[in-house]
T-cell receptor, first 112, second 112 residues
Framework: GQSLEQPSEVTAVEGAIVQINCTYQ??????LSWYQQHDGGAPTFLSY????GLEETGRFSSFLSRSDSYGYLLLQELQMKDSASYFC?????????????FGRGTSLIVHP | DADVTQTPRNRITKTGKRIMLECSQT?????MYWYRQDPGLGLRLIYY???????NKGEISDGYSVSRQAQAKFSLSLESAIPNQTALYFC???????????FGQGTRLTVV
């Protein structure tokens, strides 16, 4: 089976930088994704890492270390609108197919 | 119009009743998923389908059934609803080996 660990809550102030970590255990690992969800709305895709290293998309960056089974999402220049839940998700080879499996989510609270 | 549409958006039903949640998509994706979200538990996979003739159980399929009526439609049924099935339900789609899943707006189900 798969397991993902991420902190349940992170708080930061507007303008700061915050890092949300994710560790995973899975067989047949293919890649790590990050999703954002506001107040029970639809989760939306942020980024995907299949190879080690940092992927940057505007204020958001995502990092992966396959050897450490670890990744993180880095949010820079935090804005109030970044207050949301963030989920890491692994794509792994389950039964010969690729199924996205999600962590429990990290609630990010941005203070003024 | 949304690419992935779930109906109803909200539903209150009584214990023991049969209820169907519907999902339709206009993205042309072959893969469709049903997830359940409970506070603090993230998104847990109920069922998934890779094409019209393919149905697979996910992590928490007990008490649920699905039907893939067409490539664009994937319905989730609760044969006899119970209060601990009260949750937020999401339908999602993806395309083959795509790294991104697209979610509907969710159905908030309350079983009383």
């Amino acid at each position: 089976g798969q397991s993902l660990e991420q902190p349940s809550e992170v708080t930061a102030v507007e303008g700061a930088i915050v890092q949300i970590n994710c560790t995973y255990q899975t067989s047949g690992f293919y890649g790590l994704s990050w999703y954002q969800q506001h107040d029970g709305g639809a989760p939306t895709f942020l980024s995907y890492n299949a190879l080690d290293g940092l992927e940057e998309t505007g204020r958001f960056s995502s990092f992966l270390s396959r050897s450490d089974s670890y990744g993180y999402l880095l949010l820079q220049e935090l804005q109030m609108k970044d207050s949301a839940s963030y989920f890491c998700a692994v794509r792994d080879r389950t039964g010969g197919s690729y199924i996205p499996t999600f962590g429990r989510g990290t609630s990010l609270i941005v203070h003024p | 119009d949304a690419d992935v549409t779930q109906t109803p958006r909200n539903r209150i039903t009584k214990t023991g009743k049969r209820i169907m949640l519907e999902c339709s998509q206009t993205k042309g994706h072959d893969r469709m998923y049903w997830y359940r979200q409970d506070p603090g538990l993230g998104l847990r996979l109920i069922y998934y389908s890779f094409d019209v003739k393919d149905i697979n159980k996910g992590e928490i399929s007990d008490g649920y059934s699905v039907s893939r009526q067409a490539q664009a439609k994937f319905s989730l049924s609760l044969e006899s609803a119970i209060p601990n099935q009260t949750a937020l339900y999401f339908c999602a789609t993806s395309d083959g080996l795509s790294t991104e899943a697209f979610f509907g707006q969710g159905t908030r189900l309350t079983v009383v």
